[in-house]
């Protein structure tokens, strides 16, 4: 995402908020996901057992990531796969072209991957003259449109039936205008088709990285993502560094966390694990697989011993599922690469708790993605600790632009709330006059403005609890 | 309402009013009180109480939530149990002091503290096991549990269990009834349009359900979804479930 | 320093610290069924996304794939011939109707045909997972990766006896966990998607059917 964008949270969600037809799609979209996940979950006592196991893992592989890492170097490489370090997206993007550029490609098809959209990848490289085109049918359908997914499982969550219609009805050569999904699918399916067996290259993200047997283990049910990685002679997969799981064995709860949490399925339609390219007597495969490692500020979050918590995330999606922010107003309106609770967890983290002061505190903290998340990421103390870090730096902080989204005003306001509160006689006296002068208070107040838009003045009791109890001889003690 | 077993000493509780009680619902609080009374419980009032540090802690502000925190826990001395008819406020004592208090002096006893907290109908149903009579006319209800009873306090089951005790109360569930209705204490002034957004929902669901009064666990909640009805002009009113239930168990 | 050094050097300075919690596999391992019963699950879970299954014996299997090919009208059977069931489908083949092709050199010899002049393809797998569905296959030289894959439909050769309880246990059993080819994967139905408007549709990129040729 460019730099230069500016970004003012609270008009994108207003304007999303104003969209009758966005929040229909998304609310439908949402409950549809909530029911099929409640539906794979049945028995509680299950899903406990089985999300502590998921936590207890991806806790476990992030105390030991950097010799996990050099682990799954070592494997990799033993397997015949070249293994890339980047710390920045620019550098990820720079790597990505050399090995594209090295080998003449100059159009290659890509399995969804969340990395290469932080990256910015598929812009970067059509300013190189490299044709990358989506095969994921979401991502294939806004990389018409020109749009950023909305939902890191879901990327067309947002668009209906006849959107898709027209835009594939005007993009594609010779398509006609239909509204069959099953028409649509098939018309993007010889397209890619097409793609596939012409590209000289295949892009794919990764689900999860075993350490110990050098796999990358790829989810989806498509078939998109084993065209991409098995028929081009070029495959280039990208990972975010906390994606490396130790065992095998421990990706089997993981997968079945991911494809329940995600989408409500027992099971994907495949489970792709990729140990190498083209082996010894294999007719097919690729000749080259590369794996390019990502830092892009994860390392910099793996500092705090509890934010490290945020590269526990499996990208299952869940969190924004049930989040009723996220419901109303869409991925868009977040102006990032990931949306969502994970998304304002991440985002600030990753470009500056200044820049991004707002994600953190556009939530209610409900609880609700917490309480979903396979990992047991505690999503809602995290939105607390970073909205502390945006306005207070303490001393040591590893946290990027900490405190720089202090206002002083605020610092006065908790000030004087936390005096009078420490001070009964002070709180007595500020109850008393509430009580007794609230009705005087005009409904357009500062502060009290915002909540007086919609709703009724609250009504000041005439005495306060306190006065009350001891009128009646409730003992005081 | 049956008396105590003979034998066993009264039992004692510290009553917490939470703010948002003491300012806007005093007759909910009272209810309450009146409920633990009716329940054989010798109420105590502690002097001084006067927030929890919530809505400073939800908003980074950790060292005025401290020292507010504090404050409160002082007033807590006895082993004695901690009532309080809001399951944020609760929450905020159960969940979160332990974690304000982390590393600190005093996070054992913020630790010892949390397992004597509980919201109000969890401890009528749970430690009470508080029977009631219903002396009202036939009504239909809906019941907002309020995300932090839910899901810091584990409560949604307490309230609905008294209301399934009062034979003439028909309680019709919400549609979305886990989902938050937008209150969120500084958020609601915060992200104003998603708080109303989310607000404008929940009423529309308590309509939806027929129902003549909205309960709730919480003020905060309270004040949010009843504030959206008022200001909307139909719909059913809302009530704290503490007043609810002490009116239909209490001939005026 | 390069990147690698980098990225390392910051990930060590963290100094994680504290003891791994303890991971309980047993919400997992507790799943055990008897083989009736795997049998049925496997199907349960993978008729549930439309995954066809023909049942046959362990000598007549090549017979009911024969007829499966010639009722539904399919021109071409794409196959690796070195296996022993390959052998076995091979030396069932009646001599005219549907052409049984081989797939037993690189496919840049043959990409164009492979893509558009194969009806079908048939592939044995290695078993079956109870719990959710789905089969375990490893592709290799005797069976390339493409076969399974390119074909709009996928025959594939399932022994009962060779269905785990779960993904776990075929993972262990398998000794994937000590090591694994250069590909493996499981399969549980015909490739579908999910994206426009959330309405379930099959055959996007992968085989539009998925035929499993149960033997007992």
Same mark, same amino acid.
């Given at each position: 995402?460019?730099?230069?964008?500016?970004?003012?949270?609270?008009?994108?969600?207003?304007?999303?908020?104003?969209?009758?037809?966005?929040?229909?799609?998304?609310?439908?979209?949402?409950?549809?996901?909530?029911?099929?996940?409640?539906?794979?979950?049945?028995?509680?006592?299950?899903?406990?057992?089985?999300?502590?196991?998921?936590?207890?893992?991806?806790?476990?592989?992030?105390?030991?990531?950097?010799?996990?890492?050099?682990?799954?170097?070592?494997?990799?490489?033993?397997?015949?796969?070249?293994?890339?370090?980047?710390?920045?997206?620019?550098?990820?993007?720079?790597?990505?072209?050399?090995?594209?550029?090295?080998?003449?490609?100059?159009?290659?098809?890509?399995?969804?991957?969340?990395?290469?959209?932080?990256?910015?990848?598929?812009?970067?490289?059509?300013?190189?003259?490299?044709?990358?085109?989506?095969?994921?049918?979401?991502?294939?359908?806004?990389?018409?449109?020109?749009?950023?997914?909305?939902?890191?499982?879901?990327?067309?969550?947002?668009?209906?039936?006849?959107?898709?219609?027209?835009?594939?009805?005007?993009?594609?050569?010779?398509?006609?205008?239909?509204?069959? +999904?099953?028409?649509?699918?098939?018309?993007?399916?010889?397209?890619?088709?097409?793609?596939?067996?012409?590209?000289?290259?295949?892009?794919?993200?990764?689900?999860?990285?075993?350490?110990?047997?050098?796999?990358?283990?790829?989810?989806?049910?498509?078939?998109?993502?084993?065209?991409?990685?098995?028929?081009?002679?070029?495959?280039?997969?990208?990972?975010?560094?906390?994606?490396?799981?130790?065992?095998?064995?421990?990706?089997?709860?993981?997968?079945?966390?991911?494809?329940?949490?995600?989408?409500?399925?027992?099971?994907?339609?495949?489970?792709?694990?990729?140990?190498?390219?083209?082996?010894?007597?294999?007719?097919?495969?690729?000749?080259? +697989?590369?794996?390019?490692?990502?830092?892009?500020?994860?390392?910099?979050?793996?500092?705090?011993?509890?934010?490290?918590?945020?590269? %526990?995330?499996?990208?299952?999606?869940?969190?924004?599922?049930?989040?009723?922010?996220?419901?109303?107003?869409?991925?868009?309106?977040?102006?990032?690469?990931?949306?969502?609770?994970?998304?304002?967890?991440?985002?600030?983290?990753?470009?500056?708790?200044?820049?991004?002061?707002?994600?953190?505190?556009?939530?209610?903290?409900?609880?609700?993605?917490?309480?979903?998340?396979?990992?047991?990421?505690?999503?809602?103390?995290?939105?607390?600790?970073?909205?502390?870090?945006?306005?207070?730096?303490?001393?040591?902080?590893?946290?990027?632009? %900490?405190?720089?989204?202090?206002?002083?005003?605020?610092?006065?306001?908790?000030?004087?709330?936390?005096? +009078?509160?420490?001070?009964?006689?002070?709180?007595?006296?500020?109850?008393?006059?509430?009580?007794?002068?609230?009705?005087?208070?005009?409904?357009?107040?500062?502060?009290?403005?915002?909540?007086?838009?919609?709703?009724?003045?609250?009504?000041?009791?005439?005495?306060?609890?306190?006065?009350?109890?001891?009128?009646?001889? +409730?003992?005081?003690? | 309402?049956?008396?105590?077993?003979?034998?066993?000493?009264?039992?004692?509780?510290?009553?917490?009013?939470?703010?948002?009680?003491?300012?806007?619902?005093?007759?909910?609080?009272?209810?309450?009180?009146?409920?633990?009374?009716?329940?054989?419980?010798?109420?105590?009032?502690?002097?001084?109480?006067?927030?929890?540090?919530?809505?400073?802690?939800?908003?980074?502000?950790?060292?005025?939530?401290?020292?507010?925190?504090?404050?409160?826990?002082?007033?807590?001395?006895?082993?004695?149990?901690?009532?309080?008819?809001?399951?944020?406020?609760?929450?905020?004592?159960?969940?979160?002091?332990?974690?304000?208090?982390?590393?600190?002096?005093?996070?054992?006893?913020?630790?010892?503290?949390?397992?004597?907290?509980?919201?109000?109908?969890?401890?009528?149903?749970?430690? &009470?096991?508080?029977?009631?009579?219903?002396?009202?006319?036939?009504?239909?209800?809906?019941?907002?549990?309020?995300?932090?009873?839910?899901?810091?306090?584990?409560?949604?089951?307490?309230?609905?269990?008294?209301?399934?005790?009062?034979?003439?109360?028909?309680?019709?569930?919400?549609?979305?009834?886990?989902?938050?209705?937008?209150?969120?204490?500084?958020?609601?002034?915060?992200?104003?349009? &998603?708080?109303?957004?989310?607000?404008?929902?929940?009423?529309?669901?308590?309509?939806?359900?027929?129902?003549?009064?909205? &309960?709730?666990?919480?003020?905060?909640?309270?004040?949010?979804?009843?504030?959206? &009805?008022?200001?909307?002009?139909?719909?059913?009113?809302?009530?704290?479930?503490?007043?609810?239930?002490?009116?239909?168990?209490?001939?005026? | 320093?390069?990147?690698?050094?980098?990225?390392?050097?910051? /990930?060590?300075?963290?100094?994680?610290?504290?003891?791994?919690?303890?991971?309980?596999?047993?919400?997992?391992?507790?799943?055990?069924?008897?083989?009736?019963?795997?049998?049925?699950?496997?199907?349960?879970?993978?008729?549930?996304?439309?995954?066809?299954?023909?049942?046959?014996?362990?000598?007549?299997?090549?017979?009911?794939?024969?007829?499966?090919?010639?009722?539904?009208?399919?021109?071409?059977?794409?196959?690796?011939?070195?296996?022993?069931?390959?052998?076995?489908?091979?030396?069932?083949? !009646?001599?005219?109707?549907?052409?049984?092709?081989?797939?037993?050199?690189?496919?840049?010899?043959?990409?164009?045909?492979?893509?558009?002049?194969?009806?079908?393809?048939?592939?044995?797998?290695?078993?079956?997972?109870?719990?959710?569905?789905?089969?375990?296959?490893?592709?290799?030289?005797?069976?390339?990766? /493409?076969?399974?894959?390119?074909?709009?439909?996928?025959?594939?050769?399932?022994?009962?006896?060779?269905?785990?309880?779960? /993904?776990?246990?075929?993972?262990?059993?398998?000794?994937?966990?000590?090591? /694994?080819?250069?590909?493996?994967?499981?399969?549980?139905?015909?490739?579908?998607?999910?994206?426009?408007?959330?309405?379930?549709?099959?055959?996007?990129?992968? !085989?539009?059917?998925?035929?499993?040729?149960?033997?007992?």
């Amino acid at each position: 995402m460019p730099a230069e964008m500016e970004i003012d949270f609270l008009a994108s969600s207003t304007r999303a908020l104003g969209d009758p037809q966005l929040r229909r799609n998304f609310r439908r979209a949402m409950d549809g996901l909530l029911a099929k996940r409640a539906a794979v979950f049945p028995d509680p006592a299950e899903w406990t057992r089985l999300r502590a196991l998921g936590g207890a893992i991806r806790a476990k592989n992030l105390l030991k990531l950097p010799e996990l890492l050099e682990q799954l170097e070592r494997s990799l490489t033993k397997n015949g796969i070249t293994v890339h370090w980047a710390r920045t997206t620019a550098q990820a993007n720079r790597k990505v072209l050399e090995l594209l550029r090295a080998r003449g490609v100059t159009a290659l098809v890509k399995g969804k991957s969340m990395v290469s959209e932080e990256m910015g990848l598929n812009h970067f490289l059509q300013e190189h003259g490299i044709e990358s085109l989506e095969s994921d049918l979401g991502e294939y359908i806004i990389q018409l449109d020109g749009e950023m997914p909305s939902h890191i499982i879901m990327p067309a969550i947002h668009k209906n039936k006849d959107q898709i219609a027209r835009t594939f009805s005007q993009k594609i050569k010779d398509a006609k205008y239909t509204e069959e +999904v099953d028409e649509l699918t098939a018309m993007a399916r010889a397209v890619l088709r097409r793609k596939f067996f012409e590209a000289g290259a295949g892009l794919s993200g990764v689900n999860f990285a075993v350490a110990e047997t050098g796999t990358l283990c790829l989810v989806e049910n498509e078939g998109n993502g084993r065209m991409s990685t098995h028929v081009p002679p070029l495959h280039i997969a990208l990972m975010g560094l906390e994606k490396v799981v130790e065992s095998l064995e421990e990706v089997a709860p993981l997968y079945s966390l991911l494809t329940r949490s995600a989408t409500g399925q027992a099971i994907s339609t495949y489970f792709n694990l990729i140990s190498g390219p083209r082996a010894g007597g294999e007719q097919d495969g690729p000749r080259e +697989v590369h794996l390019v490692i990502l830092d892009n500020g994860r390392a910099r979050i793996f500092q705090d011993p509890e934010l490290r918590a945020t590269l %526990a995330c499996i990208r299952c999606g869940a969190c924004m599922n049930h989040c009723p922010v996220y419901t109303r107003i869409g991925g868009h309106a977040y102006e990032a690469v990931y949306p969502g609770p994970i998304g304002s967890i991440l985002t600030p983290q990753v470009e500056g708790v200044g820049l991004r002061h707002e994600l953190p505190h556009a939530s209610s903290l409900c609880g609700a993605c917490a309480e979903v998340c396979p990992v047991q990421i505690p999503i809602t103390h995290l939105l607390i600790r970073l909205r502390r870090e945006a306005s207070h730096r303490t001393a040591g902080t590893t946290v990027l632009e %900490a405190g720089e989204a202090r206002s002083r005003l605020e610092d006065l306001a908790w000030s004087v709330w936390g005096w +009078v509160l420490s001070h009964p006689a002070a709180y007595r006296l500020s109850a008393w006059c509430a009580t007794r002068f609230w009705r005087l208070l005009p409904e357009g107040a500062p502060v009290l403005a915002a909540w007086t838009r919609s709703r009724a003045k609250p009504r000041a009791a005439g005495q306060s609890l306190q006065e009350r109890a001891r009128a009646k001889g +409730v003992p005081h003690v | 309402m049956a008396p105590r077993e003979g034998g066993c000493p009264v039992r004692e509780v510290y009553f917490y009013a939470t703010c948002l009680v003491d300012l806007f619902f005093p007759d909910a609080g009272m209810a309450g009180i009146e409920l633990l009374q009716s329940g054989g419980v010798r109420v105590v009032f502690p002097r001084g109480q006067t927030c929890c540090g919530q809505p400073a802690f939800n908003c980074g502000y950790w060292e005025e939530a401290r020292a507010v925190a504090l404050r409160q826990m002082a007033l807590f001395p006895r082993d004695l149990p901690v009532v309080l008819p809001s399951g944020s406020c609760a929450g905020m004592m159960k969940v979160h002091w332990p974690e304000l208090f982390h590393g600190q002096p005093e996070e054992a006893r913020a630790r010892a503290l949390a397992g004597r907290v509980f919201e109000l109908t969890q401890f009528l149903v749970d430690e &009470l096991d508080l029977k009631l009579e219903d002396l009202g006319e036939p009504v239909r209800v809906t019941l907002h549990p309020s995300c932090h009873a839910q899901r810091d306090q584990g409560v949604l089951d307490q309230p609905k269990a008294l209301l399934r005790q009062l034979a003439n109360v028909e309680l019709a569930p919400l549609a979305r009834e886990r989902e938050c209705c937008g209150f969120g204490g500084a958020f609601a002034v915060r992200e104003p349009g &998603l708080s109303e957004a989310m607000a404008g929902d929940k009423a529309e669901d308590a309509r939806a359900t027929g129902a003549a009064l909205v &309960l709730s666990t919480d003020g905060g909640c309270l004040m949010n979804i009843g504030g959206t &009805l008022e200001k909307q002009g139909f719909g059913p009113a809302a009530q704290h479930i503490a007043q609810f239930l002490w009116e239909r168990t209490h001939a005026r | 320093m390069s990147e690698r050094d980098a990225i390392l050097a910051e /990930l060590r300075a963290a100094r994680p610290e504290g003891e791994a919690p303890a991971r309980d596999f047993a919400v997992i391992e507790e799943k055990r069924w008897d083989p009736a019963e795997r049998t049925a699950r496997l199907m349960r879970g993978m008729s549930a996304v439309k995954t066809e299954f023909l049942e046959a014996g362990p000598s007549d299997w090549p017979r009911a794939v024969v007829d499966f090919v010639r009722r539904e009208r399919l021109d071409s059977l794409l196959y690796g011939p070195a296996t022993a069931e390959g052998r076995a489908l091979a030396a069932a083949w !009646p001599g005219e109707g549907p052409r049984l092709a081989p797939y037993d050199r690189p496919v840049e010899t043959f990409k164009r045909e492979l893509f558009d002049g194969i009806a079908a393809g048939f592939t044995t797998t290695l078993g079956g997972i109870a719990e959710t569905g789905g089969l375990l296959l490893a592709p290799g030289p005797a069976e390339p990766r /493409l076969l399974s894959l390119v074909p709009p439909v996928h025959l594939a050769l399932l022994r009962a006896d060779r269905i785990f309880d779960t /993904l776990l246990q075929a993972f262990r059993e398998l000794g994937w966990n000590r090591g /694994l080819p250069a590909n493996a994967l499981v399969i549980s139905g015909p490739s579908k998607t999910a994206d426009i408007e959330q309405t379930l549709a099959y055959g996007v990129h992968g !085989p539009k059917r998925l035929i499993v040729v149960l033997v007992r």
